[in-house]
């Protein structure tokens, strides 16, 4: 591959740059479930399971009506997601698990404090890679967007802040085709993700990552984009 940096072109060991980008982000990942699964074992199995029973709607009714927390969803979704969508579908391109864990605290301090709260207020998400949001990278399916641009250093795109705004809490980004435009969701950079009612089979794409992450109750709610019917 090869990318340009002021006019000269520069040979670039793709492989081994989307080798580095996954191992610094396993890296992080491994720092947010060590930090988090003390949490997760403080939640028994029928509670778990009685969160993830709820669609979205009905956790979000479940949250104003004080039988859930933005807290405790937080933490069941976050924990599935760990061992399903970053594990068997492969569905996970950078999770925020920390992150998502203190945004959620915040909503339920706004919840409690009487404050206005958002129509997505505590609701855990996810989000496709493409859309841009403040620390974390876009790739499109890209290896080479993992060096340029980098982290999207901006404040959050459009789409993000809507969501943020309503309150939202956003878990995960999820994995898509090369550039969007393939049925299947591929990539050099982050490899293959299954379909979680069959793992020798596709989700499909663009979306494919977001369908996957929603169909194994990884994300209360999941953000795609479509072009020609992902």
Same mark, same amino acid.
């Given at each position: 591959?090869?990318?340009?940096?002021?006019?000269?072109?520069?040979?670039?060991?793709?492989?081994?740059?989307?080798?580095?980008?996954?191992?610094?982000?396993?890296?992080?990942?491994?720092?947010?479930?060590?930090?988090?699964?003390?949490?997760?074992?403080?939640?028994?199995?029928?509670?778990?399971?009685?969160?993830?029973?709820?669609?979205? $709607?009905?956790?979000?009714?479940?949250?104003?009506?004080?039988?859930?927390?933005?807290?405790?969803?937080?933490?069941?979704?976050?924990?599935?997601?760990?061992?399903?969508?970053?594990?068997?579908?492969?569905?996970?391109?950078?999770?925020?698990?920390?992150?998502?864990?203190?945004?959620?605290?915040?909503?339920?301090?706004?919840?409690?404090?009487?404050?206005?709260?958002?129509?997505?207020?505590?609701? +855990?998400?996810?989000?496709?890679? $493409?859309?841009?949001?403040?620390?974390?990278?876009?790739?499109?399916?890209? $290896?080479?967007?993992?060096?340029? +641009?980098?982290?999207?250093?901006?404040?959050?795109?459009?789409?993000?802040?809507?969501?943020?705004?309503?309150?939202?809490?956003?878990?995960?980004?999820?994995?898509?085709?090369?550039?969007?435009?393939?049925?299947?969701?591929?990539?050099?950079?982050?490899?293959?993700?299954?379909?979680?009612?069959?793992?020798?089979?596709?989700?499909?794409?663009?979306?494919?990552?977001?369908?996957?992450?929603?169909?194994?109750? $990884?994300?209360?709610?999941?953000?795609?984009?479509?072009?020609?019917?992902?």
């Amino acid at each position: 591959g090869l990318i340009v940096s002021r006019g000269v072109h520069q040979m670039t060991d793709w492989p081994a740059a989307a080798a580095r980008h996954r191992a610094a982000r396993d890296a992080a990942h491994a720092a947010h479930v060590a930090a988090l699964a003390p949490l997760w074992s403080g939640i028994d199995g029928a509670r778990k399971a009685a969160i993830l029973e709820h669609d979205a $709607c009905g956790l979000l009714a479940a949250m104003r009506a004080g039988e859930v927390s933005s807290r405790e969803a937080t933490l069941v979704y976050a924990e599935r997601t760990h061992h399903i969508g970053c594990g068997e579908i492969n569905a996970v391109t950078e999770a925020f698990f920390v992150d998502a864990l203190a945004a959620a605290e915040a909503s339920d301090a706004r919840r409690a404090s009487g404050a206005a709260v958002g129509a997505l207020e505590g609701l +855990p998400i996810t989000l496709k890679d $493409c859309f841009d949001m403040e620390g974390t990278y876009s790739t499109v399916g890209f $290896c080479s967007r993992v060096l340029q +641009p980098g982290r999207h250093t901006a404040p959050d795109g459009l789409m993000t802040k809507i969501l943020r705004d309503a309150g939202a809490v956003v878990l995960a980004k999820t994995n898509v085709p090369r550039g969007l435009l393939e049925g299947d969701t591929y990539n050099l950079l982050f490899g293959t993700t299954r379909n979680p009612w069959n793992l020798s089979r596709s989700p499909g794409g663009s979306s494919g990552g977001e369908g996957a992450m929603v169909a194994a109750r $990884c994300s209360a709610l999941g953000f795609g984009t479509d072009i020609g019917g992902s």
